[in-house]
């Protein structure tokens, strides 16, 4: 089993940044891959970014150049910067940890971008 607690989230302007923390509960050194969702209301779960156990970065094509995941093996930390951010990116943003057996989420973070 593993526990994810997402934090960061909040109220910010469009164009400015905000980042995303997820605290996993046990390494995630041995994760397949781990990645940030969004869903907005009325809409499906969608895919933000991932990082694999290698490294390998994936971005939807509406974050690319805005967004980077990246993660701590030795805090068991994964991250989103979220720069030049969007209405349209206001969502619950959930963090992903994806073993070879399962897949665990958190509980999610509320980001609003509103002006």
């Known amino acids: 089993q593993v526990q994810l607690v997402e934090s960061g989230g909040g109220l910010v302007h469009p164009g400015g940044s905000l980042t995303l923390s997820c605290a996993a509960s046990r390494s995630i050194f041995g994760a397949k891959e781990l990645a940030w969702y969004r869903q907005s209301p009325g809409k499906e779960r969608e895919l933000v970014a991932a990082i694999s156990s290698g490294g390998s970065t994936n971005y939807a094509d509406s974050v690319k150049g805005r967004f980077t995941i990246s993660r701590d093996n030795a805090k068991n930390m994964v991250y989103l910067q979220m720069n030049s951010l969007k209405p349209d990116d206001t969502a619950v943003y959930y963090c992903?940890?994806?073993?070879?057996?399962?897949?665990?989420w958190g509980q999610g973070t509320q980001v609003t971008v509103s002006s």
């Open positions: 992903q940890f994806r073993s070879f057996v399962a897949v665990y």
